[in-house]
């Protein structure tokens, strides 16, 4: 029993995003075209290229057939994913695993979300029949949770906490409005931020990621292949994958300052690609920032500074574009929009233009030279998770 | 020997100052105040309440339940089988309603007290009616509910001695179905033949029982007001007592046992005590008070009565879909599945959680698999009370009346869930308050009512344990 990885084997050769906004004009297939088209461009490739496709969506389509049709694929093999927030990211898994078993020699993951159709206000569940005993509680108010329960473990002032909450939401709209595709474009101060109307707990709407439609996709193909299609491909150093067994939800001893699911998909993501120091070794990292508190705790669980540590590392910028690692240097959930299905796929975007040097210079982080980029994505809320952590390098070795 | 092996009565958090009415609307309303019903309560959960407090006064289990109320949850079906499975009854339990009036409350009670099984019945209502009109302010919401068997079950609280009826038809109040307030006759007609129709039972009764008014402590429960005065004054009897209707309303269906348990409760040893209820004529039954204690377990009426916690007008209105305000802009949840929750009814109805007998786990919902692969057993734990771990405010989750109070509940002796608290408000709950869990409705969607539980905080004042 063992998480091998297929650390190496399988590169990235293009990528594509549209602009994650409000999109009242384009519905899944216009979007699924438009990130398709970039990316098939990016790669130098056509649809007739690619030998199969994964589809991620979270609750904006059912089966393959919503990627087949738009796209006019001919007998292709498209497989929809699902898992929560993390589908974008499952979706590139499964493709990266079909390349590196040698069953195909091209795929692409492509995820979509289209949650403004909806006409409700946050992302909504699809409805399962249930006996109607089920929490039917916002995932804001289960992170909520987490600002006070962190301040007391660490013995800070809950206003403190709050404020560095803040603090991680301004950073990411500074980081937002630098970037064209990002849903929101203005840079907002921690009073702004804190001023806001309350939505959960401490929680006020600028807490909350930006919901947004959008897509994005990615081909890969095995690594030896990787030049034939870009001089700068970005190698698959590490994939991990954890679905929580709802524990936390149960456990007295769970005190909702961690998230034991982002904890092993990182320990089992550094293993799987050999880094021991990820504050110094990677160039940056794309955290899934649902809500503020979340990118906070983040940063302990996935190991870039000790417990206890990351409120004030986020006071003092380390996490900044300009800091020691950027994170969400993209602008993140918050400030770039989270459509469910092709959030994941947006982060490794992100890594494929900095890693590449493309990032538009007002953007472009300085410590590109690393060549390591993270990516995690996770579904869910505390107690009751799943997470997905990548580790994606421009270099072999 | 028949009698009342056990009595318990339940009455909401909430109370209307009825000078609210006036100052909202211009007129109506009257000194004092009523209890309210919460948003998250009906006639079912609150029978349970009551139910389930009177159970915890005798070790004798009912053989039959029977629930009555003027405002049932459903109708074409049965109400008390959800009483029923939340209380975790064996299904030889025979469950039914006797709905429609106050009348069959107190009938289905002098059947049980007439019968030969132990039976537990259970009267509730929710008393509302036209804005600024006299039943919104003469009536209160809430619960009670009493054992009936023999003295060979188990030791009684009081001798059944004798009951005497007298039936009329005339109509003083009345609500066609579907309606959701009555209508009432002028005052007087009712006030006259219910002193008739009283005056007689009351005379039959001093005649089977061979006893004089004199010795009687004597109960009225009846919604003509005008009438349970005027009666009152007319028995002659040892004392009449105060019904607290100025404090609590006149509760329908649930307040011929909430003042049967007053009596019992304060009546000495020997008292002979009467519960007089108006309904469609008068109905009577007289007891013996025993020695036996009432548990300490039950919170008294007195205690209820003296405490809760004050609900604006505004909301009184929406609560009771008079006044139906904004929801929260999130899809409402989709009707509770009849299969699932049939499949889950120990959990959804009992709240019976799972342990894993090899490591003490408690899994709430029961897992169906321990950590080992086998089976778990099963934990009952309504009873068990909590503390609240930590807790948050949805102001954005659908809510009948946002925003939602929600906590992380730590059991006592094991076990921990995130759940809804209710009777609680956003600036009242803090981290380490102990909680009680509590029989709710959720919502509803298509007509149908979900049940489950939540916890609310322990207020000793209100006499919980």
Known sequence: MASRGIRDRVAIVGMGCTPFAEHWDKGIDELLIDAAKETWASAGVDRNDIDAYWFGTAQSAMSGIAVARPLRLLNKPVTRVENYCATGSEALRQACYAVACGAYDSAMAIGVEKVKDGGYQGLNAFPIPSDGTQRTLTAAAMFSMVIPAYAKKYGIDEDRIRTVAARIASKNHANGAKNPKAQFRKEMSVDAICAMPAVAGRLGVFDCAGVADGAAAAIVVRAEDAHHYTDKPLYVKALSFVAGNGEGLSDPSYDYTTFPECVETARDAYAQAGITDPLRELAMAEVHDCFTPTELVLMEDLGFVERGMAWKACEDGLFDRDGILPVNPDGGLKSFGHPTGASGLRMMYEAWLQLRGEAPPERAIATASRGLALTHNLGGYPGEMVSFVSILGNALG | ?465
């Open chain 2, 1 to 465: 020997m028949r009698g009342i092996l056990s009595i318990g009565t339940y009455l909401p958090h909430y109370r209307l100052d009825l000078a609210q009415v006036s100052a909202f609307l211009g007129s109506g309303g009257r000194k004092g105040f009523r209890t309210v019903a919460s948003y998250d309560e009906d006639t079912t959960t609150m029978g349970f309440e009551a139910a389930r407090r009177c159970l915890r006064g005798s070790t004798v289990s009912p053989e039959q339940l029977i629930f009555s109320t003027v405002t049932p949850a459903y109708v074409d079906r049965t109400n008390a089988t959800a009483i029923f499975a939340a209380l975790g009854l064996p299904r030889s339990v025979v469950a039914y309603d006797t709905n429609g009036s106050v009348r069959s409350l107190s009938g289905a009670f002098g059947s049980a007290l007439h019968g030969t099984r132990t039976a537990l019945v259970i009267g509730a209502d929710i008393r509302s009616g036209s804005p600024t009109g006299v039943d919104e302010s003469a009536g209160g919401d809430g619960a009670s509910a009493a054992l009936i068997g023999s003295d060979s079950d188990g030791p009684l609280l009081a001798e059944h001695v004798a009951t005497a009826s007298c039936t009329d038809e005339f109509v003083d109040r009345w609500r066609t179905p579907g309606d959701t307030r009555s209508k009432l006759w002028e005052e007087r007609f009712g006030e006259v033949k219910y002193l008739e129709n009283a005056t007689s039972a009351w005379t039959d009764l001093l005649r089977i029982a061979n006893v004089s008014a004199d010795q009687i402590t004597v109960a009225v429960s009846g919604l003509h007001s005008r009438a349970v005065r005027a009666v009152g004054g007319r028995l002659k009897a040892a004392h009449t007592i105060d019904d607290h209707s100025t404090k609590i309303g006149t509760g329908g269906a649930a307040q011929p046992l909430l003042l049967l348990n007053d009596l019992i409760h304060n009546a000495q040893t020997n008292e002979l005590i009467a519960l007089m209820v108006l309904s469609d004529g008068a109905e009577v039954h007289l007891f013996r008070r025993t020695s036996l204690q009432v548990s300490p377990q039950i919170p008294t009426v007195a205690a209820q009565v003296a405490t809760g916690s004050p609900v604006s007008y505004g909301k009184f209105l929406s609560w009771r879909g008079v006044l139906p305000v904004e929801p929260p802009r999130r899809p409402e949840p989709a009707r509770a599945s009849s299969s699932a929750s049939d499949r889950n009814e120990a959990w959804k109805f009992g709240f019976v959680a799972g342990r894993d007998s090899n490591d003490g786990t408690i899994t709430m919902p029961p897992a169906q698999m321990g950590a080992s692969g086998e089976p778990l057993e099963t934990r009952p734990m309504a009873e068990v009370l909590g503390t609240v771990a930590t807790y948050t405010i949805d102001r954005l989750a659908y809510s009948p009346s946002p925003p939602i109070v929600f906590a992380v509940v730590d059991f006592d002796g094991g076990g921990r869930l995130p759940i809804e608290l209710a009777d609680t408000s956003p600036d009242e709950v803090r981290v380490g308050d102990r909680v009680e869990m509590t029989f709710r409705k959720l919502g509803t969607a298509d007509g149908i009512h979900n049940y489950f539980w939540k916890a609310r905080p322990i207020r000793n004042a209100e006499g919980n344990a």
